[in-house]
C-alpha cells in the first residue's frame, strides 16, 4: 500500500512539474512584439501551450484514478503501517505549518 500511494504521489509530482517548462515558454512568448512572419503576436503558441499544461495537469489525476481502481478490484495487503502513520503525520504537520505561515503575511 505505501509503495502504490509513494507511485501515486510521484505521478502527481510528475504530472504538475512539466507545466512550469511551457508555462515559462509562454511568458517568453508573451513579450515578444509581433513580426513580419506573426503580425498579430504569439497569441497563438500561447493557446497551444495552455493547451499542453491542461493536457499534463489531466494526466495524472486520470492515472491516479486508473491506479486507485485497479487497486480497488485487486487489494492488496497494507505493508508497513508505521511508515504510512508517520508519512501521514509529517504530512499533516508540513501543510500546516504552510497554511499557519501563509496566515501570518
Do not use: C
Amino acid at each position: 500500500m505505501l509503495l502504490s500511494q509513494f507511485f501515486l504521489y510521484y505521478i502527481h509530482n510528475f504530472g504538475d512539474a512539466p507545466t512550469a517548462v511551457p508555462l515559462g515558454f509562454a511568458f517568453f512568448l508573451f513579450w515578444k512584439k509581433p513580426n513580419k512572419r506573426f503580425t498579430y503576436g504569439y497569441g497563438r503558441a500561447e493557446d497551444i501551450e495552455g493547451l499542453i499544461i491542461v493536457f499534463l495537469i489531466l494526466f495524472s489525476p486520470a492515472v491516479a484514478a486508473y491506479e486507485s481502481i485497479s487497486r480497488f478490484f485487486f487489494p492488496q495487503p497494507l505493508e508497513f503501517l508505521e511508515g504510512v502513520i508517520a508519512a501521514s503525520i509529517v504530512g499533516f504537520m508540513g501543510k500546516k505549518l504552510v497554511v499557519q505561515s501563509s496566515e501570518l503575511k
